[in-house]
């Protein structure tokens, strides 16, 4: 699947074009247009750089399709509305979870030389609120995560409206799920 994150005028609508491997084409519609990175590609470096499969990136290449997308282009497969909806279902706390990982490395991303003890316990305070209740992270992975996030952030303050990102996913190599605990 290939993601473009088109840097548009500030304040404008942002979105990202998905191209899913099944040949649909997709609008996804995502806050303010700005010199920030767009919170869609802090999912994407996130859940790339850890390995998670089952968030918002994952749902939407195996078939989820979300209020905030639009189609346009491509013939939808049979029962696409289904299974879009099942998916969604059976996704609900994988993406909760994908989402509260996503604000811990951006957390730990804001952070200067971040320890072991300080992910930590970021990780204790961001996922408290998971119905798991699993705060275990492991903290070289999350920094990994945080500084593949501030590379990004760095590339994407560099463009100028007209310029674009574009992502392929799953992309390479992620860091290998069961490393996420300890």
Known sequence: ???????????????????????????????????????????????QSLGIRDGLWGG????????????LQGRRPPRAASRSAELKRSLRDHGMRAE????????????????SDQIRKLARDILSVLPDGSTDV???????????????????????????LVYEWPGPSPIPRQRLSN
């Open 1 to 47: 699947m290939r993601i473009t994150f088109p840097r548009l005028p500030d304040y404008e609508k942002a979105y990202a074009v998905i191209e899913r491997d099944d040949g649909v084409v997709y609008q996804l519609y995502g806050g303010v247009a700005g010199s920030s990175l767009p919170h869609d590609v802090r999912h994407l470096v996130v859940e």
């Open 60 to 71: 939407i290449a195996s078939g989820a399709v979300f209020l905030s997308m639009r189609h």
């Open 100 to 115: 509260m990982i996503a604000n811990l490395v951006e957390r730990v991303a804001g952070l200067t030389a971040p320890n």
């Open 138 to 164: 492991d903290p070289e992975a999350i920094a990994g995560a945080a500084r593949a996030l501030q590379v990004e952030a760095s590339r994407w303050a560099r463009l100028r409206p007209g310029q674009e």
